[in-house]
């Protein structure tokens, strides 16, 4: 939930705005509480997935060892640190600098090594560095061409290799539950935190993508159990959603 990117897809006001609530970002009663609570299914789906696509184990603790994975728009490092626990080599970018000294910091105190860079995608792309893994979790939304984003993201996938999409679908339901409610009356986020507008649909990230070589493996909607309060993934779609595709070998 973080802006990356310059060129195409920086947004100074979403930096801006993810900055102002870099003191937070570990506070799982705080402005990311509905981020810590989305953590646990959306870091299931993509070690899951990564264990079906590489032949791996879905409950081994170094699961993703000797995989090297992209971490875009990584905030204060919510999905870096788990993903690194597991094994994974994490690059964590993000133009928000103060969000990365808090990544850097966090992983410190925690005993883990994580490459965290103030770098945006386009940057890291041109430098020539390729993963086997690329994560653009609740990034889309902030940036402001998707589809150049997303190339951009594509681009950075070995072959063989994964990327990951999660992001929040441009629908009336969407509007009514993660802009209506979620902000404005439960306050689960900071109101302004979502523009509508700039949601994207799964067949818009579909048509970034395909072209650039990669196959869809998976749709999953999340949706959110009030009773339990907790995030479950299901069928529908229609607000949020997470997406896998995979590149050609």
């Known amino acids: 939930m973080s802006a990356a990117g310059t060129g195409s897809s920086v947004d100074p006001k979403e930096i801006e705005r993810f900055e102002a609530m870099a003191a937070d970002w570990w506070n799982p009663r705080g402005t990311m509480r509905a981020l810590h609570r989305l953590n646990p299914v959306r870091l299931r789906y993509v070690r899951d ?6 032949g791996r184990s879905p409950i081994a603790l170094d699961g993703l060892k000797g995989l090297r994975l992209a971490d875009i728009g990584c ?12 094994g994974g080599e994490v690059v964590g970018i993000d133009m928000a600098a103060t969000n990365v000294e808090m990544a850097r910091a966090h992983a410190a105190r925690s005993g883990l090594t994580i490459d965290y860079r103030v770098l ?24 402001t061409e998707p589809a150049a984003f997303l190339k951009t993201c594509a ?9 990951f999409v999660a992001t929040i679908n441009r629908t009336m339901k969407a509007y009514a539950l993660a802009i209506v409610a979620a902000e404005k009356v439960l306050g689960w986020v900071p109101s302004g935190t979502h523009d509508w507008n700039k949601f994207v649909t799964p067949a ?10 990669l196959a869809e493996l998976d749709l999953s909607g999340v949706i959110y159990n009030p009773l339990l309060d907790e995030w479950r ?10 997406m896998v595709f995979a590149q050609a070998v």
Not at 75 to 86: D, F, R, T, V, Y
Request: proline share 6%; hydrophobic share 50%; aromatic share 4%.
């Open 75 to 86: 905030g204060a490092g919510l999905l870096s640190e788990p993903l690194a626990k597991l």
């Open 233 to 242: 993934l299901s069928r529908d779609t229609d607000v949020n959603f997470m």
């Open 120 to 143: 945006p995608a386009e940057n890291l792309e041109a430098a020539g560095e390729r993963f086997d893994v690329v994560l653009a979790m609740e990034i889309v939304e902030h940036v």
């Open 155 to 163: 681009a950075m996938v070995k072959p063989g290799g994964l990327l």
């Open 204 to 213: 818009e990230i579909g048509g970034a993508v395909t072209p650039e070589g």
């Open 49 to 54: 997935q990564i264990a079906g696509h590489f």
